[in-house]
């Protein structure tokens, strides 16, 4: 209004304080993140094969995760069946966190502890690949899918923290990421299946006939 002083907006932090407040997050994540290259290259590279086998043979990758691990299967699956960085044909991918009757009824009816375990009797095939994406590895519902899945012959992969929990024994490839923090796991396993989702992709498509993509994200 006419003749009032304007209200001051919050002012960001700076000096020491707030470098440190600010800096030192992004400075755990990035050693983390070096660990990880150190520590689990073998793992991260039989992931990336055994994604890029289950697709050039024909198979599809499905994803399951809880909280933030389903909003990253649901991110994954869309790198795959839309585009991560070139224009290509679409691969099949499905995040088994997103269909909410399916959900929502199973959960009622046969409790949650099987609403991923059903999906993958439903949709799952001897030759497709599960990624189950878990902060503790002890989520009765993906103990159960990976279970299901082994039974099917559709094989497992455990993007992982915390020591890995249950899971860790369960699936044909553990990627264990080395942290007690959920958020910093979850930071580190998204970028995760960004390199593999890439990998395929580079894989399965001459580079040089690919255009780059631009999209809006």
Request: with cysteine; glycine share 12%; aromatic share 4%.
């Given at each position: 209004m006419t003749g009032d002083t304007p209200r001051a907006g919050p002012t960001a932090p700076h000096g020491t304080a707030g470098r440190t407040r600010f800096g030192d997050p992004l400075r755990a994540l990035a050693v983390l993140a070096i660990d990880v290259a150190d520590g689990l290259a073998v793992e991260i590279a039989?992931?990336?094969?055994?994604?890029?086998?289950?697709?050039?043979?024909?198979?599809?990758?499905?994803?399951?995760?809880?909280?933030?691990?389903?909003?990253?299967?649901?991110?994954?699956?869309?790198?795959?069946?839309?585009?991560?960085?070139?224009?290509?044909?679409?691969?099949?991918?499905?995040?088994?966190?997103?269909?909410?009757?399916?959900?929502?009824?199973?959960?009622?009816?046969?409790?949650?502890?099987?609403?991923?375990?059903?999906?993958?009797?439903?949709?799952?095939?001897?030759?497709?690949?599960?990624?189950?994406?878990?902060?503790?590895?002890?989520?009765?519902?993906?103990?159960?899918?990976?279970?299901?899945?082994?039974?099917?012959?559709?094989?497992?992969?455990?993007?992982?923290?915390?020591?890995?929990?249950?899971?860790?024994r369960l699936v044909d490839i553990a990627l264990v990421v080395p942290t007690e923090s959920v958020s910093r796991a979850q930071e580190i396993q998204l970028a995760i299946g960004h390199i593999v989702c890439r990998h395929v992709e580079e894989s399965l498509f001459d580079e040089s006939a690919l255009t780059p993509a631009g999209g809006a994200e």
């Open positions: 039989a992931y990336a094969d055994a994604a890029l086998q289950t697709l050039k043979c024909g198979g599809k990758v499905l994803f399951c995760g809880n909280g933030g691990s389903a909003a990253d299967a649901q991110h994954l699956a869309a790198e795959y069946v839309v585009r991560m960085s070139t224009e290509r044909r679409p691969l099949p991918a499905v995040a088994l966190t997103t269909d909410t009757s399916v959900l929502t009824a199973c959960a009622n009816d046969l409790g949650y502890d099987e609403v991923f375990a059903r999906q993958v009797e439903a949709l799952g095939s001897r030759g497709d690949m599960l990624v189950l994406h878990s902060t503790s590895g002890n989520s009765p519902n993906l103990v159960r899918a990976s279970r299901k899945a082994a039974a099917m012959g559709v094989r497992t992969v455990g993007v992982l923290a915390r020591g890995g929990g249950a899971l860790r």
